[in-house]
């Protein structure tokens, strides 16, 4: 039997979020349980019973913990499988740098980013068109975000420090969403930030796991 299930979604970000977390970690011991989004399949009750806003990503243990909230998800699959992704509890300092890190990536970056993704990438699939003064004022934020980044990884290699962290994987889905809607400049006409998202992107298990959803994406499509 497997260590745990994780209920996801295909192309859902915060699914990946978790998936990047447990490739990192190179742990495989887990379920993954595709629900359709299109279809509703979050909102039954029986995912509701594991999430009470019936969304996903959510992980069940056969003994019964279960947890939603994909950086809660991360952060406690890091601890409890000890992946080199968190600062040690002993250094206080290092450990409130991630969280500084990791608010910021929530409250300032994911929050409009995601109303982009939403707009850009989500509605297409609901039929309906895309909003474009949400879209570009959230573009505003986002361009403002890394103009305040590109300052900042001018002395850190990583968004939490000079390891790499969870934060740095909390970033990937939504930036990869961003490049699909067209707003990789974003990220490349800014030198620093552009070799922090290289040195993310070149490490082999977000690679490896990047190539293999790319792969199955384009065999679902044919
Ligand atoms: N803050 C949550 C967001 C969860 C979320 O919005 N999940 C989306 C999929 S990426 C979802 O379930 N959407 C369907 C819905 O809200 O009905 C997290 O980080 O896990």
Request: aromatic share 12%; proline share 5%; net charge neutral.
């Amino acid at each position: 039997m497997p260590a745990f299930t994780l209920y996801g979604s295909r192309g859902s970000t915060n699914t990946d979020r978790v998936r990047l977390t447990l490739a990192e970690g190179g742990f495989t011991d887990y379920e993954l349980v595709l629900l359709n989004l299109q279809k509703g399949e979050q909102k039954s009750e029986e995912n509701m019973k594991r999430h009470p806003w019936g969304k996903i990503p959510v992980i069940t243990f056969p003994e019964g913990f279960t947890l939603y909230e994909s950086r809660a998800i991360c952060k406690y699959l890091a601890r409890k499988y000890s992946f080199p992704l968190l600062p040690p509890d002993s250094d206080i300092e290092a450990a409130a740098l991630f969280d500084q890190a990791q608010s910021t990536e929530m409250l300032y970056f994911a929050e409009p980013a995601g109303r982009i993704a939403f707009e850009k990438f989500a509605k297409k699939f609901m039929g309906l068109p895309p909003d474009d003064a949400v879209v570009s004022d959230a573009l505003r934020s986002v361009e403002m975000f890394f103009n305040v980044a590109e300052r900042l990884l001018q002395h850190k290699d990583y968004m939490a420090g000079k390891n790499f962290t969870l934060t740095d994987i909390y970033y990937i889905p939504l930036i990869q969403r961003l490049f699909a809607c067209g707003y990789g400049d974003v990220i490349l006409s800014r030198k620093a930030v552009s070799a922090w998202w290289d040195r993310c992107m070149n490490r082999s298990a977000i690679q490896k796991m990047l190539a293999a959803d790319k792969e199955a994406a384009a065999a679902a499509r044919k």
